[in-house]
C-alpha cells in the first residue's frame, strides 16, 4: 500500500490490528487512519493495540464496508486497504477446521460480499489513489476472478501489481494481493 505520513488511509476490515499497526509506522505516526470493521468487540483488540504502541493517527469505526459508501464522502482517502473477509483456504494448515466448515454455497456469498464492499469502497479513493484488495485464500473466484470482474466495469483503474503466494514452503500461508491505482477522471476522457 505504501502509506506516506499525513496521508488518509482506510484499513476497511481492521481487527485486530496488525495491518494497521503497520500503517501507522510506516506513517511515522503522522497522518490519519480510520481503522473499520463490522464487529465492535473485534476494533476493541485494535484499540488496545494502538494504546499499547503509543499511535496517536488511528480512529476505530464499525462500519460495514460493503456500505462504506453511504458513511464516507467520495474521495475521502488517499489509500485504502481491502483485506476482505474470504474462505481462508491458504491459511488450511494452521486453520485444519475450515475444510468442515466451508460450503460450496459460503464461497458464492463470499464472492458476492467482496464484490460489494470492493466496490462501496472503490468510491471512496481521490484520483490517483492507490487500493490493496487482499485475501487468504487460492479461490481464484475470490481474488484474480474478482478483480477482473471489478476492472471490465470501472475503465478509470488500473492494475498495477497482482501475486498469489502459496503454502508450499514451510511456515508461508496462501494468499492473494492486487494493487489497483484509481486514474483521474481526465485521463480517460
Not at 33 to 38: H, K, N, P, T, W
Not at 56 to 81: M, N, Q, W
Not at 96 to 113: N, Q, S, T, V, Y
Not at 138 to 156: A, D, M, V, Y
Request: hydrophobic residues 35%.
Amino acid at each position: 500500500l505504501d502509506p506516506q505520513p499525513e496521508e488518509t488511509v482506510l484499513d476497511a476490515c481492521s481487527a485486530p490490528g496488525s495491518k494497521t499497526g503497520m500503517l501507522a509506522a510506516l506513517m511515522h505516526n503522522r497522518g490519519r487512519i480510520v481503522a473499520a470493521d463490522l464487529h465492535p468487540h473485534r476494533l476493541a483488540l485494535v484499540e488496545e493495540m494502538t494504546r499499547r504502541l503509543g499511535i496517536a493517527i488511528v480512529e476505530t469505526k464499525t462500519l460495514d464496508a460493503s456500505c462504506a459508501h453511504t458513511v464516507f464522502p467520495a474521495d475521502s482517502f488517499d489509500r485504502i486497504l481491502l483485506d476482505v473477509p474470504c474462505s481462508g483456504l491458504g491459511v488450511l494448515r494452521g486453520k485444519p477446521e475450515l475444510r468442515w466448515r466451508i460450503k460450496p454455497d459460503d464461497l458464492d456469498g463470499l464472492e458476492r460480499l467482496q464484490g460489494e464492499i470492493l466496490e462501496s469502497c472503490s468510491l471512496l479513493l481521490k484520483d490517483q489513489g492507490t487500493l490493496v484488495y487482499s485475501t487468504c485464500t487460492l479461490n481464484k473466484k475470490e481474488n484474480e476472478r474478482q478483480i477482473q470482474r471489478f476492472l471490465s466495469r470501472h475503465p478509470q483503474w488500473t492494475l498495477t501489481y497482482e501475486e498469489t503466494c502459496f503454502p508450499d514452503e514451510p511456515y508461508q500461508d496462501g494468499f492473494y494481493m492486487a494493487k489497483l491505482l484509481k486514474k483521474a477522471e481526465s485521463v480517460i476522457k
